[in-house]
């Protein structure tokens, strides 16, 4: 066994402290700890066994070295055991300890985790994502790094349903910021914030009556964070959940009705090589739909040319039609059956209510993703099958329109 001080440590040290040093050495590895027939010699290199002064030749730094008996040394010199003391890792990047991505895969983690609270037709229902770094590092390359990996990763999308003859145009901006850390790898926070301009004065006729709903809020708002759980089981089972604590008001209306807690808790089970089961629950807690079901299955790896994701309640049909190196171009169509939401809203002459917009969209869209990670997309469709409801006033029917989204994520 080797001790190793280097100079200057040693130095500071009073010549009673130097002393009661190697004093302890020598009883730690003295022979009587050792076997009957082993002998032990204790030497610090640099000073004197008996003193502790210093040699009056330098040398190197000075090391406590305990020599093993003649048995077990053909030369019977002394045998160092780990002689040089540990170097610390060194580390540039954390490229010299991550694995490389799969080829093909995308660490994108807003495209693969966020439905259903996400609506784009750019964004895929499937959690799987390339394996994050080890959830532990060994020891050395962690205390070498400045801080624990981690991982930042932004969205922004603008929406437009233009006005139809009833006036109710919607105009929505969309933000929100994944993080992800090492020391948490199947864990994900994601903190959003969505602003909505709905247009004023609407014409709502209600069915089966001479009736017309009015007086909408020009401005809603919905914010909060989505904490998402991505749970590998064995080799083919996967469990995804969330739960995401959101205020929808126009901030006239904070009452208990503007605050809700989508969830959802979805499994998927790899049937095989290329295909994926998915069955689950959703938790929407709006007026209109509170709960739905989530099944169906998907056909396609992330690496794969076109991807199938025949789900209810949103299905997807992607192609990748072009590689430019890092450059992936992307052509899809998809089918959402639940869009819109509730928001918490109070009307011109006081009265506090809840106001709940639901449509159907077919999607066709494009989209670029460089290197896995940015993306950009755009994509427009039919909109159709639309309510605008209240919770006091009651419900009635829009007539059809078109839809525009563009949006960023890097």
């Known amino acids: 066994m080797v001790f190793s001080f280097d100079t200057l440590t040693l130095s500071r040290l009073r010549q009673p402290m130097r002393l009661a040093l190697i004093a302890c050495a020598s009883i730690i590895l003295s022979p009587a700890a050792a076997s009957a027939d082993e002998t032990a010699h204790l030497s610090l290199a640099g000073h004197s066994a008996s003193t502790g002064e210093p040699a009056d030749a330098p040398g190197p730094p000075p090391r406590l070295i305990r020599t093993l008996p003649d048995s077990t040394s053909d030369d019977a010199h002394a045998q160092e055991l780990f002689a040089e003391p540990p170097v610390a890792v060194q580390l540039k990047s954390l490229d010299e300890i991550l694995p490389p991505l799969p080829e093909g895969e995308s660490p994108n983690g807003i495209q693969q985790v966020q439905y259903p609270f996400y609506e784009s037709g750019a964004q895929n229902v499937d959690p799987a994502v390339p394996a994050l770094p080890p959830s532990r590092m060994p020891d050395d390359a962690c205390d070498a790094l400045p801080e624990l990996w981690h991982e930042d990763i932004t969205s922004f999308t603008y929406t437009l349903i233009p006005a139809s003859s009833q006036n109710v145009s919607w105009n929505s901006f969309d933000l929100r910021h994944v993080i992800r850390t090492q020391r948490f790898p199947y864990l994900q926070v994601t903190p959003r914030f969505s602003f909505h301009l709905v247009g004023d004065d609407p014409y709502v006729p209600i069915p089966n009556t001479s009736l017309n709903l009015t007086d909408i809020s020009p401005q809603l708002y919905d914010f909060g964070i989505e904490t998402t759980l991505r749970l590998p089981i064995g080799e083919r089972w996967e469990l995804l959940g969330s739960v995401a604590p959101s205020m929808f008001t126009d901030f006239y209306n904070t009452s208990s009705g503007a605050f809700r807690i989508p969830s959802r808790a979805i499994a998927f089970y790899q049937w095989s090589e290329h295909v994926k089961l998915a069955g689950g629950v959703l938790y929407l807690d709006r007026d209109d739909v509170s709960t739905a079901v989530v099944a169906g299955f998907i056909v396609g790896k992330p690496e794969d040319q076109m991807r199938l994701e025949l789900l209810y309640p949103r299905m997807k049909?992607?192609?990748?039609?072009?590689?430019?190196?890092?450059?992936?171009?992307?052509?899809?169509?998809?089918?959402?059956?639940?869009?819109?939401?509730?928001?918490?809203?109070?009307?011109?002459?006081?009265?506090?209510?809840?106001?709940?917009?639901?449509?159907?969209?077919?999607?066709?869209?494009?989209?670029?993703?460089?290197?896995?990670?940015?993306?950009?997309?755009?994509?427009?469709?039919?909109?159709?099958?639309?309510?605008?409801?209240?919770?006091?006033?009651?419900?009635?029917?829009?007539?059809?329109?078109?839809?525009?989204?563009?949006?960023?994520?890097?």
């Not at 940015?374 to 209240?390: H, M, N, P, Q, T």
Request: aromatic fraction near 18%; include cysteine; glycine fraction near 14%.
């Open 317 to 410: 049909v992607a192609y990748r039609c072009k590689v430019d190196g890092d450059l992936e171009h992307w052509i899809y169509i998809a089918q959402d059956f639940l869009g819109g939401g509730s928001w918490a809203m109070q009307h011109s002459y006081g009265l506090n209510d809840v106001v709940t917009y639901y449509d159907q969209k077919v999607l066709f869209g494009y989209e670029r993703i460089l290197a896995g990670r940015k993306a950009a997309f755009i994509e427009g469709g039919y909109v159709y099958d639309r309510e605008l409801s209240f919770r006091e006033l009651g419900y009635g029917e829009l007539s059809a329109s078109g839809v525009l989204r563009v949006g960023l994520i890097f």
